[in-house]
């Protein structure tokens, strides 16, 4: 019995195992230099292994604007997540939160961008709930969901 317990739980621990933090100096140097160039005022940065690709968080700007960015091993940059604020929203997604949102005050706001596609996650808070919601630049809402 011991065992049949044991083996789900097992599979779901490796499953389920946190990312693993890496130094700079074990990256290879193609990601290294990739990041480097991409984001050359990067400070306070973090690396971890996300599965077979490279995460890493960090901040730039003088108050500290939080990104998270994933690399293949080619270096090739896969997704960039930054924080932003509504007044850099694209003016078609602020034009929609005021139309269709205005009941909801917007928090933690991000712009993501993978490959030519660009997404805007945005926290939606009020008394009656909470929503994530994510719009592309045209204001259309690709995704609602309650948090």
Request: aromatic share 10%; proline share 3%; glycine share 6%.
């Amino acid at each position: 019995m011991k065992k049949i317990i044991l083996i789900p739980l097992l599979l779901l621990g490796a499953y389920c195992s946190p990312a693993q933090d890496i130094a700079e100096n074990q990256l290879p140097s193609l990601v290294r230099n990739s990041f480097q160039k991409t984001f050359p005022r990067a400070s306070d940065v973090d690396w971890e292994m996300d599965g077979s690709h490279f995460k890493v968080e960090f901040e730039t700007g003088l108050f500290g604007t939080d990104h998270h960015a994933w690399f293949d091993q080619s270096g090739k940059l896969l997704r960039h997540k930054e924080a932003i604020a509504k007044s850099e929203l694209p003016a078609a997604v602020r034009s929609k939160l005021s139309k269709e949102f205005s009941a909801y005050r917007t928090d933690d706001i991000d712009k993501i961008t993978e490959g030519l596609a660009i997404t805007y996650n945005i926290e939606l808070k009020s008394f009656s709930g909470k929503w994530k919601a994510v719009f592309d630049s045209t204001g259309r809402v690709l995704d609602k969901r309650a948090d």
